[in-house]
Every structure is written in C-alpha cells, then in structure tokens.
C-alpha cells in the first residue's frame, strides 16, 4: 500500500470515530478529551435590521451629546453623525449587540455561568449581518445528599486546650501593655528603653556633614535604623553623655541608600531616656477602661471565653461537614473560579503576583492551587445548601443584625448603619453565614470521637 494510501485510511479513520465520539488511539480526540465539560460554544446570529437599529440610536446619542462646528450642541443632524463616523459607529455597534446578544442567549437557555463569555470568533458582513462564536464557562452541576440523613464525625482532640486562667491572665496583660506608657529616667540606658538622640553624620571621604537632628531609638534586637548597629553603642550611656563612632556601610545599604560603600562618622549626644512602665492592674485600671470593678471585668472574659470555646467546636463541626461533602461530591470546577480563588490565596501579595514574572507567577499558583480548589468546593457547597433551603435575608434580619452590633461595640445602631454605609452586603453576607449555619446543624447528626 502506498504512504497516500495509509494517510488516507487513517484519516478515514479519525473521522469516522470522531463521528462516533469512540477512542481509537489515533489522537483524534486529544483536544476534546482537554476541553473542560463545563466549557459550552454558543452560535450568535445578529440580523443586519437589529444592526441598523442599533447604530441610529448610538449616532443619535452622539448628535445630542457632542459638539460639531457649524451646528449648536444638541441640534446636529443624525444623517451627518451617520456619514462622519461610520466605523466607530459599526464597531460600538457591534459590539453593544454582540454583548446583549450573548447574555440574552445565556438567559435563554437559563445557563450559570461562572465567568465572563468570551468571544472566539466574530465576523461581519455588511447587508448580511453579525455571526459570533462565544466561549462559556459554565458552574458545575451539585447534587447534595440528603442532609436529614447525614451523620457527621467529628474531633475536638486538635482544639486548644488551654483553661480559662490562662487566657484570663493572657487577657489581662495585653490589656496592660496595650495601656503601657513611657515616664523619663535619669540612669543608664538599658534593654527596652526610649533614648532620644541628637546626631549629626559625616561622610568622611568628601568631609560633607549633614545637619543636626533629633531622632528617637528603641533599644531592641529588632531596631532597624539608618545608622548600623547603634543600640549596642548606646547601652550604658546616660543624659548628657557625647560620643563619636565610625561605620563602614555595606553596598546596597537599604536604610540608607547614599550611604552604600561609604565610611561615615557619627557625633552623638543622649538627649533623654525614658522607659516604659505598665500600669497596676486593679480597680482604678479597670475603671479607666470602662468597667466598674474587676469582677465586672472578669465576668466579661469568663463570657468570651465561653463564646469563644464554643465557636471553636463549631468550627471543628462544620469543618468535618464539608470534608465529608468533598470526599463524598464529584463535580468538576471552573478553571476561571479556581484561578481567582488562586489569587485570593495571596492576600496581601496579589499585586505583586500580578506584576511578578511569569514563571513565578506559574510556580505560585500551582503551589496555593490544591488549598484554592478546596476552598472553592466548599463556597459553592455552601451556595447550593443555600439556594436549595432557599435562605434568604430579609430587612427585619438587618434590623436585628445592626442592633446586636451596637450592642457589642457601644454604638447606637445608627452609628453602625453609617460605619457600613454603602457596605451592606457585608451585614448580608454575615447574617446568610449565620443562617446556613443555623439550617445545617438543624439537619445533620454531629457525633464527637474520642
């Protein structure tokens, strides 16, 4: 048999099992088998009439909005707007009723869509019309179990043990640090201490001298200053006390830049000294924090710690809940979710991720990709529990949620209302997490293991 021959057989082959949708091993399905389930084609037809229509109303927009010589603004004639801006016309044209076309589709076929559609293919022949090929990206299809009928395993042996009197004590002494001020000292400078210095530097190869200045300094191991290793110099001096010292600066010395590869001379002289002091905890402290005695205090913490303790087995509960539902649910992800998911991973480093080179940026969203995955999989558990319990937030529920916050923060609810403003999804989101919580442990059987 010829080589024309055998490619032709194959090429007989790949279609005929194409057609059938079969495996063959001829490769013939590799790029089908890479095409996600979710992902879905929709063919837009935008007749050449509704095309029309469109590009008049825009032109006639333009007519009563810009300004044209010769004409008054509002009064230009739509047959000239027509004429003179032809192409920026079709194509804003285009695209509004490509847009509208393709959503009106989307809701025709009552499809949920997880991203933005995307347009593969867009082609325009005049007198004829519009054709678009659009790419879609569908949410997945959930089935829940039955939640009645779910009996969930859970373990508080990995919660925090620790009694009240030690997070009582922990309390207690933030709450004094956080009320920490500094007094002045005549003595010595030691460890922890406040020392105002006045300074002048000089760089030694050029004699340049900058002026004098005031500047304070932390005597820890952490103080990150301008001038290298100054803490320890100062340990030991005392108000009054002068000295010189000299500094070799490394290149690229970050916190002071001019400095890099340069010897500089230091005149010092301590200014003040000041420590800090924690107040006493009794009455008269817990007074000037808002309670009326120590007991009221404690009784306070004793509440939040109850809270919080039980908050924490909530989270225990709900944590094998939706561990089970994710062992026990196969449904596939939207690769657009699971990337904002990848990115929402980076808090903090998004906009550095997104400036970052692309191979960084592909090693990091592999890396956080398994955590985003499973984060998603339980936000669109929790929306279809919601959607099928059919939870709602009603404004009596935002009454009562802006009040019990009030309450909390010693504000008046209208003081709340007006820190939210416009945020108030937040409420929304807040109070449907408290209601889906609510339904779920109305339904599903929580056992502790020991």
Avoid at 240 to 255: A, H, K, L, M, W
Avoid at 355 to 380: I, S, T
Wanted: negative net charge; aromatic residues 8%.
């Amino acid at each position: 048999m010829s080589e024309d021959s055998k490619r032709n057989k194959v090429e007989e082959k790949k279609q005929d099992c194409t057609d059938k949708n079969e495996e063959c091993g001829c490769g013939c399905n590799e790029e089908k088998k890479q095409e996600s389930n979710l992902i879905k084609y929709l063919d837009i037809v935008v007749k050449q009439q509704d095309l029309d229509k469109e590009i008049i109303q825009i032109a006639g927009q333009y007519a009563s909005e810009m300004n044209m010589r010769g004409f008054r603004k509002g009064n230009i004639p739509v047959d000239i707007v027509l004429k003179r801006f032809k192409k920026e016309l079709d194509n804003e044209a285009q695209s509004k009723i490509l847009e509208d076309a393709v959503f009106k589709e989307v809701k025709a076929q009552k499809l949920k869509i997880a991203d933005t559609p995307v347009i593969e293919e867009s082609n325009y022949k005049e007198g004829e019309g519009l054709t678009a090929k659009v790419k879609v990206e569908l949410m997945p299809e959930i089935t829940l179990p039955e939640l009645e009928k779910m009996e969930v395993d859970f373990s508080l042996k990995d919660m925090d043990d620790k009694s009240f009197e030690e997070t009582k004590k922990e309390s207690i002494d933030r709450m004094l640090q956080s009320n920490s001020y500094e007094v002045p000292v005549d003595r010595e400078v030691k460890d922890m201490d406040m020392v105002e210095i006045k300074i002048q530097s000089t760089i030694l190869a050029k004699n340049k001298k900058t002026p004098f200045k005031n500047i304070f300094i932390k005597i820890s191991d952490d103080y990150k200053g301008e001038i290298l290793d100054i803490t320890k110099e100062l340990i030991g001096k005392k108000p009054g006390d002068s000295f010189v010292i000299e500094r070799d600066y490394p290149d690229n010395y970050e916190p002071k830049a001019f400095w890099s590869n340069k010897k500089l001379s230091h005149s010092i002289e301590i200014m003040g000294i000041k420590e800090k002091k924690v107040p006493e905890y009794d009455e008269k402290f817990v007074k000037s924090i808002g309670f009326e005695s120590i007991e009221e205090l404690e009784e306070r913490l004793k509440k939040e710690f109850e809270v919080a303790k039980e908050n924490k087995i909530e989270n225990l509960k709900f944590l094998a809940f939706y561990d089970k539902l994710i062992s026990e649910l196969e449904f596939e992800l939207p690769e657009s979710l699971i990337l904002k998911e990848s990115y929402q991973a980076a808090g903090q480093m998004q906009q550095f991720l997104m400036q970052a080179p692309e191979e960084n940026k592909k090693e990091f969203l592999e890396e956080v990709r398994p955590q985003a995955e499973k984060n998603l999989r339980v936000k669109l558990i929790k929306m279809k529990i919601t959607e099928d319990a059919k939870i709602k937030v009603e404004k009596s529920d935002l009454e009562k949620e802006y009040k019990n916050i009030a309450e909390q923060s010693n504000l008046s609810v209208a003081q709340v209302k007006q820190y939210y403003g416009k945020n108030q999804s937040a409420i929304e989101d807040m109070i449907y997490g408290k209601k889906l919580d609510e339904y779920i442990k109305s339904k599903v059987i929580f056992k502790e293991t020991k």
